[in-house]
């Protein structure tokens, strides 16, 4: 369902809008790879089925998948993120501890929402990192959150300068809390209720250790297995005014460690899922123990462009009652 908000002016017209949008991809990640120590790598869009390498999300969404005649009919996937495969290819490109790559993941989608921030096409910058056993910490984890938000925020700051029509803070003082702390502090509310309350009243949150059940019986959000270790994950959020809610920006996370993936595998019921070569890697220790993320292209860019709708920063395709009710509230979808 898509929210309108009334008297929308938008501040950039369409040409402007796809200008700064370059201003942003061509800024943010060249910050995102100097404060993370990451370089840039080219990423696939189609792999192989069958492998465990393509993200299952929350375990429900359908792939778009496809047979190829050259392959003997081989099936063949869309990746739905790259946070496997990330870590694979660190492994296999020799990355040492403190080196890093980031991406471009385009992905689809089918099963997603299509509303004001959400598409069945994704954009992201994904990211991956190796790391020690010393750094699978809490502290490690924010420290690189805070690195993201000082990119987020310096990107801001040069866009401001060009474009000074776009005046909405963006903080890079970042507040921590986790979902069982967010939950006891408003146990009335529903999650996305509370992340709205947290992010009005802080502006820039980091919502920590997603997956677990709390203490109500359920978790937060939903998370897959057997990529981020649930004690060592979160969603950095911002407020976003022009919407009045919280705007999830990344999805991050200490990848699991052998015993959080089995513990992981086990709680979703899906130890099924040991037979990949991916999941034995990560058991045997043939693969680097890493962090990363993604971060979204098209969100940060609504959010900085002080968007209603991620369509005016995303070409995409939507229900045609959408894309007419969007022309009447005054939203221009590219």
Known sequence: MVQ????????????????????????????????????????????????????????????VDFTVREMNEAHAEVVQSLAKWKRVALGRYGFRPGEGIYTDMNAIRRDDS??????????????????????????????????????????????????????????????????????DRYPDMTGKEREDAITREHGTVFLMQIGDPLRSGQPHDSRAPDYDDWTLNGDLLYWNGVLGHALEISSMGVRVDAAALSRQLTAAGA???????????????????????????????MLMLEKAHVGEVQVSIWPADMVADCERHGIPLL
């Open 271 to 301: 130890e099924d899922r040991l037979v990949h070569a991916y999941h034995q890697g990560i058991l045997q220790g043939s693969l680097p123990l890493t962090i990363g993320g993604g971060i979204g292209q098209s969100r940060l860019c």
């Open 4 to 63: 309108y908000v009334p008297d929308y002016d938008p501040k950039l017209d369409l040409r402007q809008t796809q200008q700064a949008i370059k201003v942003i991809k061509d800024t943010f990640q060249v910050l995102l790879a100097q404060n993370l120590h990451l370089e840039r790598v080219t990423a696939p869009v189609l792999i192989l089925g069958g492998t465990g390498i393509n993200d299952d999300l929350s375990g429900v969404e359908r792939k």
């Open 114 to 183: 299509m509303d004001n921030t959400h598409s069945i096409f994704v954009d992201q910058w994904d990211w991956e990192k190796v790391i020690t056993a010393e750094q699978r910490t809490e502290e490690y984890l924010k420290h690189t959150v805070r690195r993201i938000a000082k990119a987020v925020a310096d990107t801001h700051r040069l866009l401001q300068q060009k474009y000074p029509l776009l005046t909405a803070p963006i903080s890079e003082d970042v507040y921590f809390i986790t979902a069982q702390e967010l939950e």
